[in-house]
């Protein structure tokens, strides 16, 4: 991992910033950030890491269920602040879908349309999801769904990435749990071919 030229923007994320150590980091450049030796300069590389690698363990991890055809929603329950950056990152890859994520105290919203991002951020997911549900007027057909994304996530797996000690190292429990991952062994296979061939 390198230190990115743009790091004041993870370190503002990390839960443990302040304005004086953002004033501080913003008199370095990131090559000093990287080799710097002096323990506040230490500390400032170590939080900028931490952001970033929830940030991409929370991209991978999280995982989207349906609510209707345009809601797509999410268990997520970070360290730092980055429930909008994750939020922002899903909506992008799903444009015109409205992604909810979140825990049982707060959510991020997301809708990505013409190249915006229009946010939203609020208590409990569960609150939120309600809210949405009633606006949208969403209909049962979320099970055909839901059932479609379950078939897509179980098509990933393969048993030949069963490094677990691997992953655990890479994800540690407590990413799995912000994540709302259930780490599930011997897992049929079942491909997206399986799926549209039943019909």
């Not at 363990?57 to 909008?84: H, S």
Request: with cysteine; glycine share 8%.
């Amino acid at each position: 991992m390198k230190v990115p030229e743009n790091f004041l923007y993870d370190l503002s994320l990390h839960r443990d910033c302040n304005e004086r150590l953002l004033a501080r980091a913003g008199q370095l450049k990131a090559g000093e950030v990287e080799v710097s030796l002096h323990p506040e300069v230490a500390r400032i590389k170590k939080m900028v890491y931490a952001v970033m690698g929830e940030v991409h363990r929370m991209k991978a991890f999280v995982r989207l269920q349906p609510l209707g055809t345009r809601v797509l929603y999410g268990f997520f329950k970070p360290r730092n602040r980055i429930g909008e950056n994750i939020c922002d990152h899903f909506s992008r890859r799903n444009a015109g879908i409205i992604i909810v994520l979140g825990n049982g105290s707060e959510s991020w919203i997301s809708l990505c349309r013409e190249g915006r991002i229009w946010r939203d951020h609020g208590g409990g997911m569960t609150e939120t999801l309600e809210r949405l549900k009633s606006a949208l007027h969403c209909s049962e057909d979320s099970a055909n769904v839901e059932c479609l994304w379950q078939v897509y996530y179980d098509s990933q797996y393969c048993p030949e990435r069963k490094n677990l000690a691997a992953f655990r190292r890479q994800m540690p429990r407590r990413d799995q749990e912000a994540a709302g991952l259930r780490l599930v062994q011997n897992k049929r296979n079942a491909t997206l071919e399986d799926f549209l061939g039943e019909g």
